[in-house]
Antibody, heavy 122, light 109 residues
Framework: QLQLQESGPGLVKPSETLSLTCTVS??????????WGWIRQPPGKGLEWIGS???????YYNPSLKSRVTISVDTSKNQFSLKLSSVTAADTAVFYC??????????????WGQGILVTVSS | EIVLTQSPGTLSLSPGERATLSCRAS???????LAWFQQKPGQAPRLLIY???SRATGVPDRFSGSGSGTDFTLTISRLEPEDFAVYYC??????????FGGGTKVEIK
């Protein structure tokens, strides 16, 4: 059974860089059939797609965050990571990692991590 | 960017009733790449419907999706106690950003 697990600091200071890692177990991140993504959800609010990455390193980002976001992959560790720079209180959210499948057709995120709350505060 | 507008914001219904949730897109969703997710408090979203009308693995058949272009609907034929949650639509076509709607909360009346 595929599992995704987010990890990283739960508290980040304003203006610093938020760094999270998603560890994939029960499957290979290097599979040619999947993209891996990050989604966030501010407390009590809706979902926002941040960006996605392929095992080869191909990425695409939400234009609203693109200047501050970097997503990378480490196939040797079966992990992918998120960096969000110059954070403010508005970046406080639960961050989810997830998987989506593609082939002759695209599918949405079907496996999600449990989420990790990151608070931006001094 | 495609903006998804969900309505109503809150739906107050009793168990056994039918729920009809709407998701309207600001422009046509390519290839009907429209998904519905269910989210309960403290949990990650769960995929219910993809391709506007295909049920994900393990999703009960009381959940159904319909629509095309810019207008989509999620229907829960008979609400079970475990169905009271927040529902989000998302367009996931090959042109990012893959936006989500603002959500509809289905609450017990």
């Amino acid at each position: 059974q595929l599992q995704l697990q987010e990890s990283g600091p739960g508290l980040v200071k304003p203006s610093e860089t938020l760094s999270l890692t998603c560890t994939v177990s029960g499957g290979s991140i290097s599979s040619s059939s999947y993209y891996w993504g990050w989604i966030r959800q501010p407390p009590g609010k809706g979902l926002e797609w941040i960006g996605s990455i392929y095992y080869s390193g191909n990425t695409y980002y939400n234009p609203s965050l693109k200047s501050r976001v970097t997503i990378s992959v480490d196939t040797s560790k079966n992990q992918f990571s998120l960096k969000l720079s110059s954070v403010t209180a508005a970046d406080t959210a639960v961050f989810y990692c997830a998987r989506r499948e593609f082939g002759s057709t695209w599918l949405p995120f079907d496996y999600w991590g449990q989420g990790i709350l990151v608070t931006v505060s001094s | 960017e495609i903006v998804l507008t969900q309505s109503p914001g809150t739906l107050s219904l009793s168990p056994g009733e039918r729920a009809t949730l709407s998701c309207r897109a600001s422009q046509s969703v390519s290839r009907n790449y429209l998904a519905w997710f269910q989210q309960k408090p403290g949990q990650a979203p769960r995929l219910l419907i993809y391709g506007a009308s295909s049920r994900a693995t393990g999703v009960p058949d009381r959940f159904s999706g319909s629509g095309s272009g810019t207008d989509f609907t999620l229907t829960i034929s008979r609400l079970e106690p475990e169905d009271f949650a927040v529902y989000y639509c998302q367009q996931y076509g090959n042109s990012p950003p893959h936006t989500f709607g603002g959500g509809t909360k289905v609450e017990i009346k």
